[in-house]
C-alpha cells in the first residue's frame, strides 16, 4: 500500500507561513538555495520514492508545475534539480470540485472527495504519494487523518505568528521514524501517526 507523504517547511515555532513579509526559508523555491549538499541529496532520494504528486486545485493553478517544468528544463544536468524532472514525469492529481479537466501534462483531476480520492491512490501500485502543502490544504489532509508520514523540514527561523497545518485535527500522537540536522541549519523531522 502506498504512503502518504506531507512535506512542509516549517518556522521552529510551527509557523508553515509568515503573516509578514519575511525571507525565513533557506530555499524559497528560486534559483538560490540556502539548502547544503547533504540535504539536497537527502530531499531528491525522498523523491524517488514517490511516483504520485497530489495538488490542491490553488496549488496547480498558482503555477507549481510550471515552475517545476521550467526548473527541469533548465538545469536539466544539475544533480540537485533531479526531483523537478521526477515532478515531471510523476502521475499528478489535482483535487478539486470547481475544475472539470486538466491544463497540465501527466496530471487529472479527481473531486475534492479527501478521504475517497486519497485512499483510492493509496491502495494502487508503485511508489509513495507526495504533498508539498499549500496550509490549508496540508490542513484538511492532516484534520482527516489521512497523512501516514510527516516530513517537516524545520528552518532555523522563529515567525512568532503565520499559518500552521495542525490547528484543524483535534489532539494527535506522532511517533518520531527519523531526525536529521544538516549544516546549513534545516533539521528534519519525520513522523508518523502514533495509533
Not at 126 to 139: E, K, T
Request: with cysteine.
Amino acid at each position: 500500500m502506498k504512503k502518504l507523504i506531507l512535506q512542509m517547511q516549517m518556522s521552529v515555532d510551527g509557523f508553515v507561513g509568515a503573516d509578514e513579509d519575511h525571507r525565513w526559508q533557506l530555499w524559497e523555491w528560486g534559483d538560490e538555495s540556502g539548502w547544503d549538499d547533504e540535504l539536497k541529496q537527502d530531499f531528491n532520494a525522498v523523491l524517488e520514492t514517490v511516483d504520485t504528486i497530489l495538488l490542491s486545485r490553488k496549488m496547480a493553478e498558482e503555477g507549481y508545475l510550471n515552475h517545476w517544468g521550467n526548473a527541469a528544463r533548465k538545469y536539466p544536468k544539475d544533480r540537485f534539480y533531479a526531483f523537478a524532472q521526477r515532478i515531471v514525469e510523476a502521475e499528478k492529481v489535482v483535487l478539486s470540485d470547481r475544475l472539470k479537466a486538466s491544463r497540465w501534462e501527466r496530471t487529472r483531476v479527481a473531486s475534492g472527495d479527501l478521504p475517497r480520492e486519497v485512499n483510492a491512490l493509496k491502495a494502487g501500485e508503485g511508489g509513495n504519494i507526495a504533498v508539498f502543502g499549500g496550509a490549508g490544504f496540508a490542513a484538511a489532509l492532516v484534520s482527516a487523518g489521512l497523512v501516514d508520514e510527516f516530513q517537516l523540514f524545520i528552518n532555523p527561523a522563529v515567525l512568532g505568528s503565520g499559518r500552521r497545518i495542525f490547528d484543524q485535527g483535534g489532539f494527535a500522537g506522532l511517533k518520531l521514524i527519523g531526525s536529521k540536522a544538516y549544516a546549513c541549519g534545516m533539521v528534519v523531522n519525520r513522523y508518523a501517526p502514533a495509533g
